[in-house]
């Protein structure tokens, strides 16, 4: 049995259900008048039918079973990236375009690049400073101004 | 006539300041992505979609191909020096180009390099410049069956561009084609999977792309921690020697044949092409044993047949409006962002697009020819650049990209969903291209499914009776069980019996 196979393929296997689900509350029809969820529907179902063949494989399958993570990932460096990510999306709007790069670059340098401290604020003056440039300056486009208006140039 | 009319509103249309600004633009940053390791053609264009809503269609697509065609020569540079390809499709390069750095001729392997890439380029131009209407002309007779017939062929042929297993990449074939129906039914106006009104517009292709290509790619590259070391530091002589030429030259045209029908087909990769030229010229060779030991025709053969291929897959996409691969289904979709259908009505009604594009092809590859031979000293010092100063850079592009689009802050959460997708889908051995060709098609698809049935009065028989449409559906059939009937024939002339 390959674990990671039989996970993805019960995954998709569920997601397909819903899709179909989801296309049946929307109304199918039939072929001679296809309604709004005929083609999701079809979709879903074709879905369905390839996480089931993986699902067969799978539990057929006789493999070593791979680890999910390398044994020298940078996990906690994936992780913060994800986070710095999130924190971008969450707060670009509020605390404005220059605010949130600065402290983008400054994160990514510090905790995801693992550069010193004096490395990572240097980087992060010399990153947004360089994106204002770009978008603000060269480009000309609107950027969030959020909490400092000023900060826009 | 037509022909020297076309060539000469082609380089009419290139002669204007900004696309040949745009033309150079997007070769030097070809060439720079595809020096550099980590960072790939799909992901750099995903990150520049959003710049190209403000240039003209045929800007924004000289420069996408100029980036395209560009990283080819680019990748030939870190495989040869590094031995580690820039570029999925250079990896045959590493086998005979590092071998050569490793003996102190990296110089002539990246002048034959060039010098192939440019032959094939251009040699391939010329043929799309030939192959391509009269293909859009034949099109002209296909309706809603021919064409969902032939987007079947496509998405089959697709499956076999997977590295691993052909089923998950139908799985993700259909995923895509879901994804790409959420939104409004093109036919009813009712809304599908909208969820609140965030959705309403449907999911767009550009966050998709960049989560998955952008976003994913830094998040792999940080579990590897990609380092990289420069075996020669100083390149010279590139110019090949009368006996390299002669070595080279036949490898040079039979990998520019190859490569170029190898690109006209639907799933016709640069992998494909390059690891049929070195396995040709190996075969063919009088000395098969120097391959993988320095032989400078398992480099001229595999960089030809790399670029032939990328120009040739052009035509499918701008004739049939079937992408080839993840790369032409995001120039199909750029293409669609600035209001162009690829398929058979591209040339006749966009003349001055479809030849400004072509006219571009040949300067681009003579700017590409200089960019790499007198400049290489300079790539060679970008090869240099630390990773992780690079991907916090396109992680921000990932971001305030799909940020820009609308200025709406959902289409980042859509980016990063796609990115943390693409990253588990990798993991668990899915690839992302096949899901994109299926996001990409999906319109296509159910409008030329739905129209079908609704001609045919909902007899599904409508694929299987019109000539053309019906040998289509044989091929894609064909197509989908060949492997099983291969694997089937492997097992039987192994042991003796059946499986």
Known sequence: MKRSDLLSSLFLLGLAILICLGALRLEVGNPHQPAPGFFPFVSGLALGIFSWLILLRAWKKVEPQKRFWRPDADKKGILQALGVLIFYALSLEHLGFLLTNLLFFFLIGRFVAHRNWGVAVAYSILGSTGVQLIFGTLFNTPLPSGLFPSLVF | ?499
């Open chain 2, 1 to 499: 006539m037509d022909f020297w009319h076309n060539i000469y509103l082609g380089f009419s249309v290139l002669a204007e300041p900004m696309n040949l600004l745009f033309s150079f633009i997007g070769v030097v940053l070809g060439t720079l992505i595809g020096v550099l390791p980590g960072l790939g053609p799909a992901a750099t264009i995903s990150l520049l979609l959003p710049l190209t809503f403000k240039l003209s269609p045929v800007t924004s697509i000289i420069m996408i191909a100029g980036i395209y065609y560009g990283a080819k020569y680019g990748g030939s540079t870190t495989s040869i020096l590094l031995n580690i390809p820039g570029e999925a499709d250079s990896v045959a390069t590493c086998l005979d180009g590092y071998q050569m750095a490793r003996q102190g001729r990296a110089g002539p392997a990246l002048g034959i390099s060039a010098f192939g890439s440019f032959i094939a380029g251009t040699v391939a131009t010329l043929g799309l410049m030939l192959v391509a209407p009269p293909l859009a002309q034949f099109a002209l007779r296909f309706g809603p069956p021919e064409i969902f017939a032939l987007m079947m062929v496509a998405l089959t042929l697709v499956t076999y561009l997977a590295m691993g297993s052909q089923v998950k990449a139908l799985a993700m074939v259909s995923l895509g084609i879901f994804l790409g129906t959420i939104g409004e039914d093109p036919f009813t106006g009712v809304s599908r999977f909208v969820y609140g009104s965030s959705l309403l517009g449907g999911v767009g292709i550009v966050p998709v792309i960049m989560g998955l290509f952008g976003i994913a790619e830094v998040l792999v590259n940080l579990e590897t921690g990609l380092k990289v070391e420069l075996f020669q530091k100083r390149v010279s002589n590139l110019l090949p020697t009368l006996k390299d030429w002669k070595d080279s030259l036949g490898p040079i045209i039979r990998g520019t044949f190859i490569g170029f029908f190898v690109g006209l087909l639907p799933g016709g990769g640069g992998i494909a092409s390059t690891f049929a030229s070195y396995s040709i010229e190996k075969r063919i060779s009088k000395h098969p044993e120097q391959f993988g030991k320095g032989a400078i025709a398992g480099v001229a053969g595999p960089e030809s047949a790399n670029n032939a291929t990328s120009t040739a897959n052009f035509i499918p996409l701008m004739t049939l409006g079937i992408p080839t691969n993840s790369i032409m289904a995001i120039i199909l979709a750029s293409l669609l962002i600035a209001g162009l259908q690829p398929g058979p009505l591209l040339i006749q009604k966009n003349p001055q697009f479809f030849w400004g594009v072509i006219a571009s092809m040949y300067v681009g590859n003579v700017m590409l020819v200089i960019l790499n031979l007198p400049l290489i000293g300079l790539w060679v010092r970008f090869l240099a650049t630390p990773y992780s100063l690079l991907f916090p850079v396109i992680l921000f592009f990932c971001l305030f990209g799909a940020y820009t689009l609308d200025n709406n802050p959902f289409d980042m959460w859509i980016a990063i969903f796609f990115g943390f997708l693409g990253f588990i889908m990798r993991k668990f051995e899915y690839e992302p291209a096949p899901l994109v060709m299926g996001f990409v098609l999906s319109g296509l698809i159910e409008g030329s499914f739905i129209r079908s049935l609704l001609e045919s009065q909902g007899s599904f028989l409508i694929f299987f009776t019109r000539p053309i449409s019906v040998t289509l559906m044989v091929l894609a059939v064909f197509l989908l069980f060949y492997p099983l009937v291969q694997k089937r024939a492997l097992f039987k002339g192994r042991f003796g019996v059946d499986e």
